[in-house]
């Protein structure tokens, strides 16, 4: 009896010694795995990583070679599969970028709305925008909270001159990104091309205070300036005359339209004849936004809230309107402006605080 119970507790024993030897040989290869597993996704990211690098220097070739280095530890790669998109964009390749983007959207990732974003930009730029029209449309309802695929479609449909609708898919990009630069600029060109000078005014200053300087703000500040000096005509005697054309704009602005017509003719007098443009453009940007605010009473909306609001509380310190005006007219490349900007870093602080801080409406 004493032999048989050892002998089975010998089993026992023996059987746990395999189930652990078992057990400890599959954690060594499970471990194993992991390892491996672990080892190609840091050479995945390393490749990557370089690619990206050489895409920043121009190189494309060179990044191409990277990324199929990446799909060649990982076919499906998302990040791999985007950044070669992209990179086929700069080429001009785009019909390579549509198969790159369509491999990340096959896939479960983070960049399948990125992969949407620059597949309709392929479709636009291959001269088909009616199909990147309505792929935008179907990753926007996948995707509503994507700012780019609004500004994309928006830009997109501006193109073809279809204001209105490019109007409602750039103030959607807003409404999720109020920093987003280049949707100021789009609807600033948006609401020009559709005749409105308050509403092209209005996301023009938001544009130049995100982006102060650079071509886009060149030709911004110059369209800004030309729509603040719209509707004066002086003649050759020097009299005066207000010209309000029937540009569409809506009754809730027309006043608004006709207080700047009224603030350029006041301009020529005598007093501001010896101020320098950069004092006038200072005063007349707050009288501007003043004005703006005192009309508002009861009026709402998008335009109203977003941009009116924003102005006019920015009028509660006069040092931060001429800080902002200032800051916004660096690109017309007056040295006056830069150095005023180099003495007055205190004010520009004291601003930057402030805009951080404010909180936009819808």
Known sequence: MKSKRLKKQFLINNSLSVTMKLAT?????????????YAQSNSVDKFIEEGIQLYDKGDFAGALARYREALNMDEMSPLANYEIALTYIALKDYEKAIAHCENVIKGESTFIDRAYVIYGSALDLKGEPRKAINLYTKAINEFPENHLLHYNLAYTCYNLKDYKQAEDAVIKSLLINPGHASSHLLLGYVMDAQGSRIKTLLPLYNFLLLEPEGQRAK?????????????VKIDSDNSTAIALENNGEQDEFRAADLMISLL?????????????ERELFYENTRSFFTILGELKQDNKGFWWNFYVDFYYAMTRDSNNVETFSYYISQTNGDEKVREWLANN?????????????FERKD
């Open 345 to 357: 870093k205190d004010r520009y602080e004291r601003f930057s605080e402030w805009f951080s801080e």
């Open 25 to 37: 040989g599959f954690i060594f290869i499970l471990t194993l795995i992991i390892g491996q597993v």
């Open 219 to 231: 030709a911004a500040h110059e369209l800004l300036i030309s729509m603040l000096q719209k509707g």
């Open 264 to 276: 350029n003719v006041s301009n020529n007098t005598e007093e501001n004849k010896k101020k320098s």
